[in-house]
């Protein structure tokens, strides 16, 4: 059987553009001079990709060493943003003024108090900061208008007692990736 000749190639240098028959796998270009014609191009090529694959690496090895606060600290900045979009068209659930301010997702029963109900969404709503910060909440003009908003019976629900709830990292990151969708539905449909 005869051996098999290589389909011919052109020249990847621009100044060449020659047509010539690889002598060995992955050459590129049809000499040693037409190689270091395009050095300086293939080097800058060959480092991008290197860092790019270094920047992968260091962010995965930086999430695989985030500890489970970390996690804590980015679920409940997602679930913030995702309670602050629900509640865009309603006014502070304390004071029950629209103003130009900053927004919070305000707890009714608090983080410290209840951390079990730190992401159910019965428990947190969009309030004004002044409320939130200078008035502790207003507990009780918040609990007043969350009677109106979800009934007696939920609020009686959210004040009972609730099983320890105990967030994994894992669970975290599904926490993170289902209000990251939910924020994605929101703003799709406000657009």
Same mark, same amino acid.
């Given at each position: 059987?005869?051996?098999?000749?290589?389909?011919?190639? !052109?020249?990847?240098?621009?100044?060449?553009? =020659? &047509?010539?028959?690889?002598?060995?796998?992955?050459?590129?270009?049809? &000499?040693? !001079?037409?190689?270091? $014609?395009?050095?300086?191009?293939?080097? $800058?090529?060959?480092?991008?990709?290197?860092?790019?694959?270094?920047?992968? @690496?260091?962010? *995965?090895?930086?999430?695989?060493?985030?500890?489970?606060?970390?996690?804590?600290?980015?679920?409940?900045?997602?679930?913030?943003? +995702? =309670?602050?979009?629900?509640? $865009?068209?309603?006014?502070?659930? &304390?004071?029950?003024?629209?103003?130009?301010?900053? +927004?919070?997702?305000?707890? %009714?029963?608090?983080?410290?108090?209840?951390?079990?109900?730190?992401?159910?969404?019965?428990? *947190? +709503?969009?309030?004004? @900061?002044?409320?939130?910060?200078?008035?502790? #909440?207003?507990?009780?003009?918040?609990?007043?208008?969350? *009677?109106?908003?979800? #009934? +007696?019976? /939920? =609020?009686?629900?959210?004040?009972?007692?609730?099983?320890?709830? /105990? %967030?994994?990292?894992? #669970?975290? !990151?599904?926490?993170?990736?289902? %209000?990251?969708?939910?924020?994605?539905?929101? !703003?799709?449909? @406000?657009?």
């Amino acid at each position: 059987m005869a051996p098999k000749v290589p389909k011919p190639k !052109k020249c990847k240098n621009p100044a060449c553009g =020659v &047509s010539f028959p690889p002598q060995r796998l992955g050459q590129a270009v049809c &000499s040693p !001079k037409c190689g270091l $014609a395009i050095k300086e191009v293939n080097h $800058a090529k060959a480092r991008k990709s290197l860092a790019d694959v270094e920047r992968k @690496a260091i962010r *995965v090895a930086k999430e695989r060493l985030k500890p489970r606060a970390q996690h804590m600290k980015e679920a409940q900045q997602v679930f913030n943003t +995702w =309670v602050r979009l629900r509640d $865009a068209a309603l006014p502070c659930v &304390s004071c029950g003024r629209f103003h130009e301010g900053q +927004w919070h997702a305000g707890h %009714y029963r608090t983080v410290g108090a209840s951390p079990e109900l730190r992401f159910e969404p019965l428990n *947190v +709503w969009r309030q004004c @900061a002044p409320c939130n910060n200078h008035k502790s #909440g207003d507990i009780v003009n918040y609990r007043i208008e969350l *009677v109106r908003r979800i #009934g +007696w019976e /939920r =609020v009686e629900w959210l004040e009972g007692p609730h099983a320890p709830q /105990r %967030y994994t990292i894992e #669970g975290l !990151k599904e926490l993170k990736a289902d %209000y990251r969708a939910k924020i994605k539905e929101l !703003k799709r449909a @406000a657009a």
